[in-house]
């Protein structure tokens, strides 16, 4: 049985950032999610001077100073509160929790999955996720719904932009304008014109 949500050996390797587009944003409460496709893992630093997030790679100079930064997932969701296909970000304890789930009852592209939060603050926020009673296979129209390319979208941070930061300076944008377009042919929401970092929530 194919589980996307077993940890593999190359998992470690993985490095990649956000951008600022549609992110699932959860306050406490209940929430019922769908999700599309395997969790990106990723790595990222903060930049006080800068007030930004950097995403690291294997050979990232603040990693190798000793600031090993935040491991983090991405997945792309269906948000069955809105119908709208966004990127969710998680941490180490989320993800085990939906591994748990996928090895018991199969991957949860599948069916939906109930989140519950508790808390407002890390430190005391607490993620309860249970899988849906009944499998619901995702609908021809949602089977055509584009989803986030994360591998674009959560891309390392150049070099030369982490330089940038660590002194303080923003480099300015080639073009001022997000633009996000449909990639028809391999069923993907691309976005093009922002090479800046947000804060992560």
């Known amino acids: 049985m194919d589980n996307n949500w077993r940890d593999n050996e ?3 390797k993985v ?9 699932l944003s959860m306050s406490e409460g209940e929430y019922s999610i769908r999700v599309l496709g395997a969790p990106k893992l ?9 007030n930004r997030t ?13 600031d090993r930064g935040q491991l ?3 997945v792309n969701v269906i948000d069955r509160k ?8 998680f ?27 508790k808390g407002m603050k890390a430190e005391d926020t607490v993620y ?30 150049p070099k030369e932009t982490v330089e940038a930061y660590l002194g303080g300076v923003i480099p300015e944008r080639k073009d001022k304008e997000i633009v996000e377009t449909k990639d028809k042919e391999n069923n993907k929401i691309v976005t093009s014109g922002d090479n800046d970092l947000p804060t992560l929530d």
């Open 42 to 50: 990723y790595r990222y630093h903060w930049i006080d001077a800068v």
């Open 72 to 74: 983090r997932y991405v």
């Open 10 to 12: 190359q998992e470690a």
């Open 15 to 23: 490095f990649s950032g956000p951008k600022n587009f549609v992110r």
């Open 91 to 117: 941490g180490r304890r989320v993800k085990a929790s939906i591994m748990y789930i996928a090895e018991k009852y199969g991957d949860p592209i599948n069916y939906d999955l109930i989140v519950n939060r």
């Open 54 to 66: 950097v995403i690291c790679g294997p050979d990232c100079e603040l990693c190798l100073s000793g």
């Open 128 to 157: 309860t996720i249970l899988p849906a009673r009944e499998e619901n296979p995702l609908t021809e129209e949602e089977k055509k719904m584009g989803t986030y390319d994360l591998e674009k979208l959560y891309a390392i941070t």
């Open 82 to 89: 809105d119908g709208v296909v966004k990127m969710w970000e």
